[in-house]
């Protein structure tokens, strides 16, 4: 079972693992529209006031063709016999864990928490500022979720990575590692240029 949630890519046929990938974009984005949440980035999760759902569709639509185009860039730098279908895959699948974190902002209590702690705050003397027991504990769980879900969702990506382009070496690590830094920027650049 731990191995069907960190690398199904060993497990699961070619054409399920694409139509599962196609169907948890949908629903995630439908998520995001839902809880009012949008995926501004590969691995990030930003409430919002309210989110159309066009939005959230091109948000993830953007996400997706940045971490595919940079790790086929780099794929095909390891190993020339890089099919972008095997890239597109580990793609589609590891963004699950980021669309779960939709779930967090349920009647939009994370935002509405983040909104009361942000009126509190006096810029001119910040050590008045004073958060509840509570909230605090509140934010430390969402903060280890959302780190739970990177690290889910980076080791998906990488053993989907791993096996597509039988990277072996460090420098191959560190080729996906800039990968996904540079397709980090460019989701999120292209999102607050095209879709906010």
């Given amino acids: 079972m731990k191995k069907l949630f960190l690398n199904p890519f060993e497990k699961i046929s070619e ?26 980035g590969i691995f990030s999760f930003k409430t919002n006031n309210e989110v159309i759902l066009t939005q959230s569709i091109i948000d993830n639509g953007i996400d997706l063709f940045s971490i595919t185009l940079f790790l086929f860039f ?22 699950l864990p980021i669309y779960l974190l939709a ?16 009126s509190n705050l006096d ?14 504990i509140i934010l430390l769980v969402f903060a280890a979720i959302s780190i739970g879900s990177l690290v889910w969702s980076v ?10 382009t039988n990277c072996k070496t460090l420098n191959h690590t560190l ?22």
């Fill in 15 to 40: 054409t399920k693992l694409l139509l599962f990938g196609i169907a948890i974009t949908l629903i995630g984005s439908y998520l995001g529209y839902m809880f009012n949440g949008r995926f501004i």
């Fill in 74 to 95: 780099f794929g095909r730098i390891i190993n020339k016999k890089t099919r972008f279908i095997d890239i597109l895959i580990p793609s589609l699948v590891a963004r």
């Fill in 103 to 118: 779930f967090t902002n349920t009647n939009n209590f994370i935002a509405d928490l983040s909104n009361s702690l942000m």
């Fill in 123 to 136: 810029v001119k003397n910040p050590a008045a500022f004073h958060i509840e027991t509570a909230d605090l």
């Fill in 155 to 164: 080791t998906l990506l990488f053993k989907g990575f791993k096996i597509a």
């Fill in 175 to 196: 080729l996906f590692a800039t990968g996904i830094i540079l397709a980090e920027v460019l989701s999120q650049t292209l999102i607050y240029l095209i879709n906010y």
